[in-house]
C-alpha cells in the first residue's frame, strides 16, 4: 500500500464536498475516480497533493510519513505532501512564457534547488518519453493541445513523485488529441507507475485500471475491479452514471 487514507472530509463553506472517505492506493496500481460532476473528484485529487487542506482524515504513507489533518500540518509536512504526488490538470496549466523544456525544469531547479544540468538531461529525457524532444525549445501556444497535456505529463514526473495524479487529463482535448495522451498515460502504467486518475473515459479506464471508485454527492457509492463497476455495477446511481455517458 503506497498510501492509506481514512476518514477524508472537505467543505468549503456550508457545503460539504468529501464526506468521510476511505481509500487505499496500492503502489504499482492504477485507480480510477468516476462520478457525475460535481461530485467531489477533482477535491479529492486536490487533498492528495496539498493543493487543499483537508478538514479532517489521516493519511499515512508506506515511508511512515503520517499525516493528521485533524490537527493543522505544518509547513514541512505539506511540502513532503506536495512532493509525494505529481498533478496533472485538465486545462494543463503551463508557464505560457516558459519553454516545453522550461516548464519541466521548473520544479525541480527552482522548488527542489536540484543540480541544474542533471535536472536539464533529465527533462530531456521525459519530453522525449512523451515523444516531443523535437519540440523541447517551443512555448506553449506553439503545441497542440496534446502536445501541452504531455508536457503536463513530463513535468509531473520531473519532481519524481512516488504518485501520479490525473485530472481530467483529456477532457480540454479536441477527440482527435485524445489517443496520444491516453497512449502516454497507459505507458506508465505499464512501467508500474502508481496513478490516480480522473476521467470519463469508459474504455480507457477499463484497460488501464486495476481499480474503479465510484463517487457521487461527496461519497464513494461503489469501488471494485474495472470489471466490475464499469461492466456490471451493484448500485442504481453507478449504472444511471454509466447510461449517460455510454
Ligand atoms: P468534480 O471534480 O467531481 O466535478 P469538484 O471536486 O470539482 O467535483 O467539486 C465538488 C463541489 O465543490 C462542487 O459543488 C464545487 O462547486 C465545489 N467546490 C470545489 N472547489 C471549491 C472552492 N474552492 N470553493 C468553493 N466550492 C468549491
Redesign the pocket.
Known amino acids: 500500500m503506497l498510501l492509506s487514507i481514512k476518514g477524508l472530509a472537505k467543505s468549503?463553506g456550508d457545503?460539504e464536498?468529501l464526506k468521510n472517505i476511505d481509500v487505499e492506493i496500492e503502489k504499482g496500481k492504477v485507480l480510477s475516480i468516476m462520478?457525475p460532476?460535481?461530485?467531489?473528484?477533482?477535491?479529492m485529487l486536490r487533498c492528495l497533493n496539498g493543493l487543499e487542506q483537508p478538514d479532517k482524515g489521516i493519511f499515512t504513507f508506506d515511508d511512515g510519513l503520517t499525516l493528521n489533518f485533524e490537527n493543522k500540518i505544518n509547513k514541512q509536512e505539506a511540502l513532503k505532501l506536495r512532493r509525494k504526488a505529481g498533478m496533472v490538470f485538465q486545462s494543463y496549466n503551463l508557464f505560457p512564457h516558459k519553454t516545453a523544456l522550461e516548464n519541466v525544469t521548473e520544479g525541480p531547479i527552482i522548488v527542489q534547488k536540484r543540480n541544474k544540468n542533471e535536472v536539464n538531461q533529465m527533462a530531456e529525457g521525459l519530453l522525449e518519453k512523451v515523444g516531443l524532444k523535437d519540440k523541447m525549445h517551443l512555448y506553449p501556444h506553439q503545441l497542440s493541445g496534446g502536445q501541452q497535456q504531455r508536457v503536463g505529463i513530463a513535468r509531473a514526473l520531473a519532481i519524481e513523485p512516488d504518485l501520479m495524479l490525473f485530472d481530467e487529463p483529456t477532457s480540454a482535448l479536441d477527440p482527435e488529441l485524445i489517443g496520444e495522451v491516453l497512449t502516454v498515460i497507459r505507458d506508465l502504467a505499464k512501467e508500474n507507475w502508481t496513478m490516480a486518475i480522473?476521467t470519463h473515459e469508459v474504455q480507457f479506464a477499463s484497460q488501464v485500471s486495476d481499480e474503479v471508485i465510484f463517487?457521487d454527492d461527496g461519497y464513494i457509492v461503489e469501488q471494485g475491479p474495472p470489471e466490475e463497476i464499469l461492466k456490471a455495477p451493484k448500485e442504481k446511481r453507478t449504472q444511471q452514471f454509466l447510461d449517460r455517458i455510454l
Open positions: 468549503f457545503l464536498v462520478g460532476s460535481g461530485s467531489g473528484k477533482t477535491t480522473v463517487m
